[in-house]
């Protein structure tokens, strides 16, 4: 069975098609990576302003240490834990 869920198409395996769409809370709108410093700035609407409404911020498969005085409803600073996985190879 194929169903849409807010406008894209969902495959319902064995016609069980138990979705529950939430709609997001905030959005992403733009991020910078500085690659000397690890530093991920991310930018957006209605993003998290405590630690408590944060959950893990993920960049290239590493975590990333967020900055608690950045956190805005605009703005995320946190710094990633390793090297990222990303690049040529």
């Not at 609407?45 to 409803?73: K, R």
Request: hydrophobic share 35%; net charge negative; aromatic share 6%.
């Amino acid at each position: 069975m194929i169903v849409t869920v807010n406008g894209n198409p969902a495959v319902c395996h064995n016609m069980t098609c138990d979705v529950n769409y939430i709609e997001p809370d905030a959005t992403v709108t733009a991020f910078s990576f500085d690659t000397s410093s690890f530093v991920l700035t991310v930018t957006g609407t209605d993003l998290p302003t405590t630690m408590d409404d944060m959950q893990d911020i993920l960049f290239a498969d590493t975590y990333c240490v967020i900055d608690a005085t950045s956190l805005s409803g605009t703005g995320i600073t946190c710094t990633l834990e390793s090297d990222p996985v990303c690049g040529d190879h």
